[in-house]
Nanobody, 124 residues
Framework: VQLQASGGGLVQPGGSLRLSCTSS????????IGWFRQAPGKEREWLSC???????YYADSVKGRFTITRDNTKNTMYLQMNSLKPEDTALYYC???????????????????WGQGTQVTVSS
């Protein structure tokens, strides 16, 4: 499974971006998809996850600002990011798992497949 993350860019504080995660060679409807980010000098941080059944979960740091969705007809998952802050600046990754269980959704090692990352920079 090869994932492609896109949609990053430069945005002012308070602005919005929508990240996309898709796969050109695999159907993702049976996979749980997670979003992570990693800022320079920091550990990879789990942000959100959506299961194959559409249940979604969020880290406290993004709850109420970020929304994860999936469109299986387009084989694409989205992370809508609103009210962005400078501390949201990071490289954002999507990841997929066919065997994810609720207790492990925050663990990067629970995801077998990773996209290449898309840079999000929040700055005035």
């Amino acid at each position: 499974v090869q994932l492609q993350a896109s949609g990053g860019g430069l945005v002012q504080p308070g602005g919005s971006l929508r990240l996309s995660c898709t796969s050109s060679g695999s159907t993702l409807d049976s996979f749980a998809i997670g979003w992570f980010r990693q800022a320079p000098g920091k550990e990879r941080e789990w942000l959100s996850c959506i299961t194959s059944r559409g249940a979604n979960y969020y880290a406290d740091s993004v709850k109420g600002r970020f929304t994860i969705t999936r469109d299986n007809t387009k084989n694409t998952m989205y992370l809508q990011m609103n009210s962005l802050k400078p501390e949201d600046t990071a490289l954002y990754y999507c990841a997929a798992s066919s065997t994810l269980i609720t207790s492990t959704i925050r663990n990067p090692q629970a995801y077998a497949y990773w996209g290449q990352g898309t840079q999000v920079t929040v700055s005035s």
